[in-house]
């Protein structure tokens, strides 16, 4: 069974639906046996106490939700939790999917020359629509759900034992499925969804080698 540590803050609207939305993902996946998940949720994914949980365990693959800068993520009490420059070398031989603004730009690019085998993450500020009358029901958000279905897949294919590319191709084909789809939709919600899964899809990257699985 693979070893999965996942951050799950709540400190703010964009916070809690990242991380409701990556509970929808642990329920399907342990479901299945594949993965056991370790959460670092609410006021523990801070610096210390997240480092610690790395330390303690040889995990298979990270999975970060945050907020993010270019240089670095931040934890519940907006602070760093992983900064380039600083402890960047704690994802050394991982394969990590940082689900963030901006910080692939130049933390992945230093997490991967410290030896990361592979960062996912995004070169500009990752975007996303939702409802938050659907803030206890996620799955039924659907506004939120082209932009979560496409991002979610990464992990899931990683999980299920696709490579750092293949589960990124699958990921850009799910985008141009839900951009075809709403490009078809005549509802006011429609083009600016078309807009943010284009932008989503043009700033989403992968460092380091492609081939690595778990």
Do not use: W
């Not at 929808?24 to 006021?43: H, Q």
């Not at 996303?128 to 996620?138: G, I, R, S, T, V």
């Amino acid at each position: 069974m693979k070893k999965i540590i996942i951050s799950l803050p709540n400190h703010d609207d964009t916070t809690r639906y990242l991380s409701e939305q990556s509970k929808l993902l642990i329920r399907k996946i342990e479901e299945t046996g594949r993965a056991k998940f370790t959460p670092v949720e609410g006021d523990e994914f801070v610096k210390t106490i997240f480092e610690s949980r790395l330390k303690s365990t040889n995990f298979d693959f990270i999975f970060l939700n945050s907020h993010g800068l270019f240089d670095s993520i931040i934890g519940n009490d907006g602070n760093f939790v992983v900064k380039a420059g600083q402890n960047e070398a704690i994802f050394k031989e991982k394969i990590v999917y940082a689900r963030s603004c901006a910080c692939a730009s130049k933390l992945g690019k230093l997490a991967v020359e410290k030896g990361c085998t592979a960062f996912i993450g995004y070169n500009n500020f990752y975007m996303f629509l939702f409802d938050p009358n659907y803030m206890a029901k996620p799955e039924k958000d659907e506004l939120a759900r082209p932009f979560f279905e496409t991002t979610n897949l990464i992990p899931e294919s990683i999980i299920k034992g696709s490579s750092v590319g293949e589960a990124l191709e699958k990921s850009r084909n799910k985008y141009e499925k839900e951009i075809a789809r709403f490009e078809t939709q005549n509802t006011p919600e429609a083009p600016t969804i078309v807009a943010l899964l284009k932008y989503n899809l043009k700033i989403q990257t992968a460092l380091g080698n492609t081939n690595a699985k778990i």
